[in-house]
């Protein structure tokens, strides 16, 4: 299957800082692609890396075989939506449109002013007097008839309230079914990209600590319950990414292909929002470790 992204040990350092570090990624094509992970983690860094506007410091990126942003041609098969969803507030509604038809090769008026009609918005309305719910969705709606093969967009649904939000959502899902095109969207909120996203990056302190499709990653990550357990007297094949223990009581989060028959364990599934806030909390007793050790 073709890679609408491909990124080997990618990094983006701001001064001596690195943003992103050792990225190393593969994207199928097809997918709705959610990028979670706490601010700062490096995320719209590696989008923008993505569609062109950042150069590499270390390693490479290729988006739908070709360098991001290299050619015209290139530049014409990305769709990307920044963070602050960004319109011309001195601009109508229309001009949009208008302005999209002359940038865009590919565009599709047809879709742009159908998309228009239904979410209500007024074609002589200037973009500047929109909600911020209303100018996400003429963002998206520029996005989406540009006609891109993949549609990146910076946490699209930010400012929006739960309804708009839902919305929001389900337009682009419709969109991907009645276009087969991919999308990567960051967001903070995981219940939304569970919905969503059939394939998944937890991206935490700039480096990637998950990527896969969902499906495979909820079914090789488990919770375990049982009396306490020292994480070495695991099997081998169980790489822990979280753990907790009382006195009496262990629980790990735990990655394995294999099944789990220990009868010691009390196992359980996760959810996708579980499953990222153990690669979060991993992280975060890793830091909380480091920061006791310098201490001492
Ligand atoms: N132009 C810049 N100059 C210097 N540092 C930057 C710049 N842009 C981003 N950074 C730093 O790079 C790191 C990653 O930022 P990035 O915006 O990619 O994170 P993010 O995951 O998108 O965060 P958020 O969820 O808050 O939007 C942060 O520490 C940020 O301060």
């Known amino acids: ?4 992204l491909q990124a080997q040990a990618l990094g983006k350092k701001y001064g001596k800082r690195w943003a992103l570090r050792d990225c190393t ?7 709705v692609v959610g990028l979670v992970g706490p601010n700062g983690a490096g995320k719209t860094t590696l989008l923008k890396l993505a569609s062109g506007q950042l150069e590499p410091t270390a390693g490479d990126i290729s988006v739908l ?21 960004p319109v011309y507030a001195g601009l109508t509604v229309a001009d949009h449109l208008r302005l999209g038809a002359r940038l865009n090769p590919r565009w599709d008026d047809g879709m742009a002013r159908e998309r228009i009609a239904q ?16 100018r996400a969705q003429l963002a ?8 891109p093969e993949l549609l990146i967009l910076d946490e699209p ?24 095109f991919s999308v990567v969207l960051s967001s903070h909120l995981v219940s939304d990209l569970e919905r969503v996203c059939d394939f998944l990056i937890v991206l935490v302190d700039s480096r990637v600590q998950v990527a896969g499709e969902t499906d495979k990653l909820l079914a ?16 081998a094949d169980q790489h822990v990414v979280f753990q907790r223990h009382t006195d009496r009581q262990s629980t790990f989060v735990v990655r394995t292909d294999a099944p789990i028959h220990d009868p010691a364990w009390t196992v359980t599934q996760l959810s996708l929002e579980d499953l990222v806030l153990a690669y979060m909390d991993k992280h975060a007793a890793e830091n909380r470790r480091v920061a006791l050790e310098v201490q001492r």
Request: cysteine-free; overall charge positive; charged content about 25%.
């Open 1 to 4: 299957m073709t890679s609408v």
């Open 25 to 31: 990624v593969d994207i199928p094509a097809g997918h």
């Open 140 to 147: 998206l709606t520029l996005g989406l008839a540009k006609r």
């Open 157 to 180: 649904v930010a400012s929006l309230d739960p309804l708009a939000r839902r919305d929001f959502l389900r337009g682009l899902m419709e969109a991907t079914v009645e276009h087969e």
């Open 220 to 235: 090789t990550h488990h919770r375990l319950t049982g009396p306490r357990r020292d994480p070495d007297r695991l099997p």
């Open 119 to 134: 979410l209500d918005l007024v074609p002589t309305h200037r973009a500047g007097k929109l909600s911020g719910g209303e």
């Open 65 to 85: 075989g070709g360098r991001p942003g290299g050619t015209p041609a290139q530049l014409a098969r990305v769709g990307f939506v920044a963070q602050d969803t």
